[in-house]
């Protein structure tokens, strides 16, 4: 089975965005990874349990012990083999993940003018190298 990568571009508030994905992914039952620099986690992880009154995202860190029971996995660096099975990995770092290609789907998230452009269109260069179409989103505005 090939991977599936969607970018989503043109975000404003790419954690918010995010927030209302896993949100929506989680009530379908899916299980997600969300990978990217340690910072960005920390900010994601409050806006998990606020960014919506009466709404909350299940979630843990990679190392936790609940990491085979939640739905949502923060990892700034991930292990693949220790997350177990997943329906997609979020990416929000600079760099394509390890392992990408094991996954069913991958969703790249890239704000609307911020430092991280140039970076995504480096990740959208190498998955077309590896013989990849990715489906570009165009956030709504």
Not at 41 to 70: A, I
Not at 82 to 89: D, F, I, K, N, P
Not at 102 to 114: A, C, W
Not at 131 to 139: E, N, R, S, V
């Amino acid at each position: 089975m090939t991977c599936a990568v969607e970018f989503r571009v043109g975000l404003p508030d790419p954690l918010r965005y995010l927030c209302g994905l896993l949100r929506t992914a989680t009530q379908r039952g899916a299980r997600l990874l969300v990978v990217g620099p340690q910072p960005v986690l920390e900010e994601l992880d409050p806006l998990l349990w606020t960014f919506q009154p009466g709404s909350f995202v299940p979630h843990v860190w990679q190392d936790d012990p609940l990491v085979d029971k939640t739905p949502v996995i923060l990892a700034p660096q991930p292990d693949l083999r220790r997350v177990g099975r997943l329906q997609a990995l979020v990416n929000l770092g600079p760099d394509m993940v390890d392992g990408w290609e094991t996954l069913d789907r991958v969703i790249e998230l890239v704000s609307e003018n911020g430092p991280d452009k140039p970076a995504a269109r480096e990740r959208l260069r190498a998955y077309r190298a590896a013989g990849l179409d990715p489906t570009i989103i165009q956030a709504r505005p």
